[in-house]
Structure formats: C-alpha cells, structure tokens
C-alpha cells in the first residue's frame, strides 16, 4: 500500500539520483540482485549491481525495498472508463484528476480515457476536456489519448452500451476530430461486420490508429476481411462478440487463430474463466499480443452500490457489476494490479509474461514503447514497486512518487 514517512520529498528527490535495489523485472528477465537508479523522471540504470557507476553509487538516494520487493514497469491500461466514483463521459479537470489519480495508486502510470456509445455531442465533449487535460501537468497516471469505444456497434451486442446511440460506421466523424484534436485518438472499437466499418478501417490504419473489433456479430470470416483492411486488435476478448464453435470460429476463434491480431482480456475472474485466459495467453503471449485491461467502471475502488456506466443504472455487488436493467456485465472494478496478480497466481504466467501483457505490449500498441512500457536506461521512470505478496508499496510516474 502507498504509505511512507521516511522518504526525502518528492522536489527534492527529483533533484537526487533515486535508487532501487531488489528483484528488477525487465523487459526479457528478471534480475534477482537488480539496481534501477533514475533522476530527473528519466532512468539511468537498469541492471545488476556490479554494472553501477561509481557517481550513482556516490549520489544516489536509496528508497527502502521490503524483504521479497519486485520492482516492475507501470502498468498502461488502454480501456478503462472511470474509477473512483467518475466516469470519463463526465470529462472535466477535477474528474480526469480523481480518476487518474485513483488508478496510479494501483500501479497505472499511463491510460486510455475510454468512452461510451454516446451522442456525437457527448462525445465532441470527452474529447474536447481531455485535450485539454493533456495539455497541463498531468500530476498523476498520464492520459495518453482516447479509446473511442463506440458508437460503431452491433445492435446485438450492445453489452452495457446504450443501444439507442448505436449508429453505422461513420469516417466523417473520426476525420472531423482527427482534425480538430490531431493523435488524441488511439484506438477506435467497432463492429467490423458493418455498413461502412472497412472503409473506417482502412482510414484508421492511415492515421496509424488502432481499429479494435468489439461488440460484434461478426463471423469468422468477416473478422478476416477486416484484418485485410488494417484491423489488428480486439477488445474484451470472448466478452461481446460471437463465440468460438468447432464449425463456426466466429470473432472469438478469429482473435484466436490469427496472429494479426492483439488481444485484451479482463483479468478478474468473472468476465473471463482463467483456462479461457490460459489457452488465449499461449496462443498470443509468444507473440507480445495478449494485453491486459481492466475495463473499470466508476465503481473501481468503491463500495458495492448503485452507479452508473455512461448513462445506464449499474448494480454493483460483491465486486461484480451488472446493468440494472438486463443484468449484462458492466465494465469491472478491476485495477491493474489486481489482474497482474491474477495472471500470475490463478492462471499461472510467469512474472515476465504478466508484465509485458500489462506493461510493454500496450506500450507497444499506442507507439510509445520507445520511452515507457519497460524498465530500460533512457526511459521514462514509470515504476511500480511489490511486496513479497504483489502488493503495491510504491507507484512513481515520470519519476515522480505517487502520494508525496
């Protein structure tokens, strides 16, 4: 849990040279006699202790390691709608603070702000706050663009997305703001099987945005048109799509079989049986395709209750959150913590493979895997800090320490 009282101020710090010695997980190994030293928001070393220079052996701050401590990357979570009681449908300064602030504390150094299938002016909106959010400080976990999820959807799979905003492929839309806020968007999810959705896709993948399949009633072999035309990822994998049969693969068996394709998953327990989890971390994990997402509502970090996801009523019980009306899952109150521990203690990845699932491949879907997503010298200090029991001790973002 993020609680100090014996470490130097956090502007002072950043003055210093920081150092962490323990088990250091990198990108391909993890060194049980590790040293991350970093100053200024930037690494300057990550490796075993006998490859330390003698001027950060000299200058440099030691931070306490518990007995057992692993440090790793932060986690980057690309589909996430609130948390702490917010919504991003409610963009402002003061919700994009409390939502991000909320998950950095679970190990979340970077994000998705996530949307909802909504009204174009809705959406005008979301996008409109987070630019300019993204323009200021951005104290805590680093808003890194926008996930449109939505409104380009099947009807028939709406999951907890208001169906009455569901509408066709639109590319005027996505142009229109890709001009108005240029690279805010990341990754648009849509159903591929849709009027209009392979002109959309093919448009995405000229502006290098990630065309994610989702909520569909695709078959197998429209998820494999959609591929020719640049889609490469899918969100929620076996949540909201057709499902995998032995003569009819459907979406599910698409994000299976075909190696173009990335694949998120919500690690916690209920959305996802673990041996689903299991067959689809080997079939994509060889491959730094499988990443880990949360999916968290606003619920994320809250009690059970009543809330609501976009502008759908949410019942939220034992953790668990369903539409009031219908009872189909809404999101999760998953943290990116709690799915790394999940992956590695109930479906059995490896520390490493966890990790890049929740680190370094969503790094390397958005592009910006060159300055976060591991810990290596010259990248941004984005670090979380585990006890013994993969508990959180510290989080830093760009260097910064997380509750100083």
Do not use: C
């Not at 970077?110 to 104290?139: F, I, Q, W």
């Not at 926008?146 to 996505?174: C, M, Y």
């Not at 994509?284 to 976009?310: C, F």
């Not at 009306?325 to 966890?354: H, K, P, W």
Request: glycine share 10%; net charge negative.
């Amino acid at each position: 849990m993020i609680a100090s009282s014996n470490h130097v101020h956090g502007s002072d710090r950043e003055k210093n040279i920081s150092l962490l010695r323990g088990k250091l997980l990198l990108a391909d190994e993890m060194l049980e006699d590790g040293v991350l030293a970093w100053r200024d928001g930037k690494i300057l070393y990550a490796g075993i202790t006998e490859g330390l220079s003698e001027q950060i052996r000299k200058e440099a701050l030691p931070i306490p390691v518990p007995e057992g401590g692993l440090i790793v990357p932060g986690f980057i979570d690309i589909h996430v709608h609130g948390g702490n009681g917010e919504d991003f449908m409610d963009a402002s300064p003061e919700v994009l603070d409390k939502i991000t602030s909320f998950h950095s504390t679970q190990g979340t150094t970077a994000m998705l702000a996530t949307s909802m299938t909504a009204p174009k002016e809705r959406l005008d909106s979301v996008l409109a706050e987070v630019d300019r959010y993204r323009s200021g400080e951005m104290p805590y976990a680093q808003l890194e663009g926008v996930h449109l999820e939505g409104p380009f959807f099947s009807p028939k799979w709406p999951g907890a997305q208001n169906p009455e905003h569901i509408i066709l492929p639109d590319v005027t839309w996505l142009e229109a703001w890709e001009k108005q806020y240029p690279d805010l968007i990341r990754q648009v999810t849509l159903a591929p099987e849709r009027e209009g959705a392979l002109e959309v896709i093919s448009w995405l993948r000229e502006q290098r945005i990630t065309a994610a399949l989702g909520h569909t009633d695709a078959t197998y072999e429209e998820v494999e048109r959609a591929v020719e035309s640049g889609l490469h990822h899918a969100v929620h994998t076996f949540n909201a799509m057709t499902p995998l049969h032995h003569r009819l693969p459907g979406a599910a068996g698409a994000v299976l079989s075909d190696p173009r394709i990335s694949a998120e998953v919500i690690a916690d327990g209920i959305h996802v049986h673990p041996a689903a989890i299991s067959i689809l971390a080997q079939l994509k994990q060889h491959n730094d395709q499988l990443v880990l997402i949360t999916d968290a509502m606003s619920a994320a970090g809250l009690d059970d209750g009543e809330y609501k996801i976009g502008d759908l009523p949410v019942i939220v019980k034992h953790g668990e959150a369903r539409l009031k009306d219908g009872g189909a899952l809404a999101g999760s109150t998953l943290t990116m913590i709690r799915g790394f521990r999940y992956l590695v203690q109930e479906v059995g990845l490896s520390l490493n493979a966890a990790s890049r699932a929740a680190s370094l491949t969503p790094a390397r879907l958005l592009g910006i895997d060159h300055r976060t997503g591991s810990l290596a010298q010259g990248k941004q200090a984005d670090i979380v800090l585990l006890n013994a029991e993969l508990d959180i001790e510290d989080v830093w973002v760009k260097g910064r320490r997380i509750g100083e």
